[in-house]
């Protein structure tokens, strides 16, 4: 028998499974798998997803199901060649399979750059830094060795953690595809809101020093280092950890004794040729972070906050960013046309009706302008708009256009940070004339924190201003899905809940009717017109 025969028998004889898939999920009809089993999906011979078999697969027609997750079912098309390994070994043979009928094969990778991507641990499409774009994963230990000595200079000392401590310290190296480099802190305070202030603090000596920064939660703060292509080369993270009460805080999710978790004094390890510093008794902080079973590479880890903690982190540091990643990607994506050459591109019918309505030369501000369709058609009718959004690519794109015969300005800003939100009050006292609002669908992809720091920022510029300045508000109501694939926060508002809401702010609510849809895919919206009582 030949050896190529016989290699041939040997790898029939270890495929289990048979694979199926289309672009909702992935099925494998065989016998049952272990609910710990660790699957690897592999696409043209090349890992890009790992998942645990309990959480992710259920029971279907033919098979186990696995959904794929929404960030990667919105970009499959064509066809590929899949197969499924299950602790390294094939699972199931490769299979062409057709997602629909385009003719092109399915790459998954960056759009421009041509970078191999991977779902991480967090469902979303990432960057992966093996092969030829590992040398970026040095330019971030660079990064991170200039900010920690310079952060020594102010008294602060920064160590790694996270992942960046965990392959080091398990394996003798970074781990293969790691996308970013984690550093942290050790708060000196032990008062939750001492321990917010002292995280603004940094921010802004951050910013002073020409950081671009996004902040996840008053105790996660991100540095991001942009490239040509408009995406992102690299990036820190800096994560504030604190005790407080006897125990531990390692935010996002870790919660342990003090006495379990020693960090001073800090000491250095090599991280690819270059001397960090680590905690004092590094094994213990990954056994805080990951659970005691660091030591053994899992690639399908997932982390699982335990609600004391949960509870902790939500009420004293909050969440800023929602969804905020998911929408910067799908505005990369309609600025590169994959959404037709319209997308997000053209204003919306009541921005046309009140560009008309509103009197000459008004002023106007845009909360949630997207790629700024609705902003630039006010200004191009002869209105002064400022226009804000959370998506660095849509803010980074339209502050290069200009506006005529009206003015035109661009703003970042998060809504769901009420630091950020509060100043936009003081636009009533630049210029002349009233400050009308006008913000369309913003508010379905606001969690509850995010809208009420927009009605009340509403609340305020009307207050200040009285019945001569509006507000205007659309909605989309009754059943809706994301508003794109990815989408992870997105639903309904109920048009009596945001009027209760409104009159409650003290204002008065108006409600706009809308002259019928002529085409079908139009969606279901609730428009109201807000003014401050007399």
């Known amino acids: 028998m030949s050896q190529d025969v016989e290699t041939e028998l040997q790898a029939a004889s270890i495929h289990s499974h048979t694979i199926r898939a ?16 660790t699957l ?15 959480d992710a697969a259920r029971p279907g027609p033919g098979g186990c ?3 794929w997750p929404p960030a990667l079912s919105g970009r499959l098309s064509g066809w590929a060649q899949l197969a499924v390994h299950q602790g390294g070994m094939p699972l199931s043979p490769t299979a062409r399979i057709a997602f629909d009928e385009a003719p092109h094969q399915f790459a998954l990778e960056e759009p421009g750059t041509g970078m191999p991507q991977i779902v991480n641990k967090w469902g979303r499409i990432a960057r992966n830094f093996e092969g030829q774009r590992a040398y970026l994963i040095d330019e971030a230990l660079d990064e991170a060795c200039l900010l920690v000595e310079w952060a020594r200079s102010r008294g602060l000392e920064l160590f790694v953690t996270g992942g960046t401590l965990l392959g080091p310290v398990r394996d003798g190296r970074v781990m293969p595809g790691d996308d970013d480099v984690d550093l942290a802190y050790l708060s000196r305070h032990e008062n939750p809101s001492d321990i917010a202030l002292e995280g603004f603090e940094l921010e802004r000596a951050l910013h002073a020093r020409g950081y671009e ?11 991001l280092f942009p490239g040509a292509d408009g995406t992102d080369r690299f990036y820190l993270d800096i994560f504030t950890y604190f005790n407080t009460g006897g125990w531990f805080h390692g935010t996002f999710h870790a919660r342990e004794p003090v006495d379990k978790v020693t960090i001073f004094p800090l000491r250095s390890i090599s991280i690819n040729g270059r001397d960090l510093p680590v905690p004092a008794e590094p094994e213990q902080m990954l056994a805080a972070i990951y659970g005691p079973g660091w ?6 880890f997932r982390f699982v906050t335990p609600p004391p903690a949960r509870r902790r982190y939500d009420t004293w540091l909050g969440g800023l ?21 319209h997308a997000g591109h053209t204003p919306s019918p009541w921005a046309q009706e009140l560009a008309r309505e509103l009197p000459p030369a008004s002023r106007i501000l845009e909360l949630g302008c997207g790629l700024g369709a609705d ?7 002869g209105h002064h708009v400022v226009a804000v959004d959370y998506s660095r690519p849509a803010i980074g794109k339209l502050r290069a256009l200009q506006a005529r015969p009206g003015t035109l300005e661009f703003r970042r800003v998060n809504l769901n940070s009420l630091r950020e939100t509060a100043p936009l009050a003081k636009l009533v006292h630049e210029g002349a004339g009233p400050l009308h609002v006008y ?4 508010l379905n992809s606001l969690d509850w924190q995010g809208r009420e720091n927009t009605l009340e920022l509403i609340r305020q510029l009307l207050k200040n201003q009285g019945p001569a300045a509006e507000a205007f508000l659309e909605v989309q109501v009754g059943d809706c899905g994301p508003a794109f694939p990815e989408c992870r926060f997105y639903g309904p508002v109920d048009a009596a809940e945001l009027k209760s809401s409104i009159t409650g702010l003290g204002l008065q609510a108006e409600d706009v009717p809308q002259l019928a849809r002529q085409d079908d895919g139009a969606i279901t919206t609730y428009r109201v017109k807000v003014r401050a009582l007399p």
């Open 22 to 37: 289309d672009k909702r999920s992935l099925t494998l009809a065989g016998p049952p798998i272990p609910a710990d089993a």
């Open 40 to 54: 690897s999906i592999l696409l043209d011979g090349r890992p890009i997803w790992n998942v645990r078999a309990g």
């Open 65 to 67: 199901v696995i959904d």
């Open 213 to 223: 920064t996004v902040r996840h939660s008053a105790g996660h703060l991100q540095l």
């Open 295 to 300: 030591r053994t590479p899992d690639p399908a």
């Open 321 to 341: 960013d929602w969804d905020r990643e998911n929408w910067e990607d799908h505005h990369r994506a309609l600025l590169r046309g994959e959404g037709g050459d």
């Open 375 to 381: 902003a630039r058609h006010f200004a191009g009718q």
């Open 439 to 442: 913000t369309r669908l913003l």
